[in-house]
């Protein structure tokens, strides 16, 4: 198979699984969890139930508050886009009958998110005594497009099941999940690199390509987590998606249009710095070093360069979309950043016919998913000085990862 089949079977699948994560239509689906616990029932509803009287047992939950009959608020230890915490208010409705307790509620109102993200969700836990203790069995029904929210939710609830358990044993509900270890995001990244391997071919050359690419993806991610810390994240983690790259997951949500912008930027802003050594480096290695470093050079400007694209997805539109206000220069900002990248492709011999193929695989891409999650409040707009700041740190990543590209290719097949 020839390297540019490769690139295109890694592109179709990248794009399916993309899809499927985030924008195939799931519906509405219902997660159902079952544990019994050493325990009896009244014991269990004080717990799990948000008008119990010990429902701040889990290390998240801040406080719970009676607010009325069947409303509850309750504060997390999550904080919102200003660092508070925060807070929730719930419609709980209860019932009990021979079988058991049930409960079911509802989100009326959350201090960080639109209501509309909670429009569909409704959660139901029922209690029946069973020989040994209580049998809890937990429901959460909402609607979903694409499957990784649905697993997200899937894996919160079996932590919660665990530290519920734990915490009847020891008094401590502390779970530290295993997905988030480091050890864990090592292990992902080394299977994310052997499930490339074969898109580049099954030899040394093909290892060493899957290899340093998996290695700029981590650098792309650690310039978001940079950009985070910045701005005030007091956690920040990477999950690493073999075969689909990494995701830098900040500590709160975005308060700012700036924030938005210069941590979308900071992906290939800090390999941006990267170039200029390298390419000082290569001048003064030996052939075999300096090979690698070329090769190097051209992945990490190729997967930067591509993050840039101002699709809606991408980092590069995230950051036109928060510098330019207005429609008509949004779309002429991106018009003319895919026309330097598109340059960029033509310059090293990229054949016309697959720059077109590629942006409109890109273009699709892009629109994957394009709604997002609405905040409860907008984001602070951003000033004169902060537009002129994103906007020329973006012209100078792309000069910088053009450069790159044009650079290794001119002397690798030049």
Known sequence: MSTWLSVILLLAINLGL??????????????????????????????????????????????????????????????????????RTLAVNEAADADGI??????????????????????????????????????????????????????????EMKALDQWLETGS??????????????????ISTLLLWPFFGLTARGLLL????????????????????????QRVRMIFVPLLGGVAVGGRPYNSRFEVAVCALMGAGMSAFL???????????GQAAGAVILVFLLVLGAFNLLNLLPMHRFDGGQVLRQVFSSRTALLAASFLVTLAIL?????????????????????????????????????????APQRLLAGFGLYAAIALHGHAIVYACERLFG
């Open 18 to 87: 993309i899809w499927l994560l985030i924008a195939a239509p799931v519906g509405r689906r219902t997660l159902h969890l079952t544990r019994v616990f050493p325990a009896p029932p009244g014991r269990i509803a004080a717990l799990v139930s948000p008008l119990g009287a010990d429902a701040d047992w889990h290390p998240s939950v801040l406080a719970s508050e009676r607010l009325s009959p069947g409303r509850v608020r309750q504060t997390f230890s999550h904080p919102d886009r200003r660092g508070n915490p925060i807070t």
């Open 173 to 190: 509900g502390e779970v530290r999940g295993v997905l988030e270890r480091p050890v864990t995001q090592a292990g992902l990244a080394v």
């Open 275 to 285: 170039v200029p050594p390298l390419i000082a480096l290569h001048d003064v290695c």
């Open 102 to 159: 049930a409960y079911e509620t509802r989100v009326v109102e959350d201090s960080a998110l639109d209501a509309v993200f909670w429009r569909n969700y409704v959660e139901r836990r029922f209690l029946r005594p069973v020989p040994g203790g209580t049998a809890l069995t937990v429901e959460q029904t909402d609607r979903y497009r694409g499957i990784a929210f649905l697993l997200f939710r899937y894996i919160q609830l079996r932590r």
């Open 343 to 383: 340059w960029v492709g033509w310059r090293i011999g990229v054949p016309l016919l697959l720059l077109v193929a590629g942006l409109a695989v890109f273009t699709v891409l892009s629109l994957i998913g394009a709604g997002g999650v609405k905040p409860r409040r907008a984001l602070d707009p951003m000033t």
């Open 210 to 233: 899957s290899t340093l690419l998996t290695l700029v993806i981590v650098l792309h991610e650690f310039g978001h987590m940079a950009a985070y810390r910045a701005f005030g994240h």
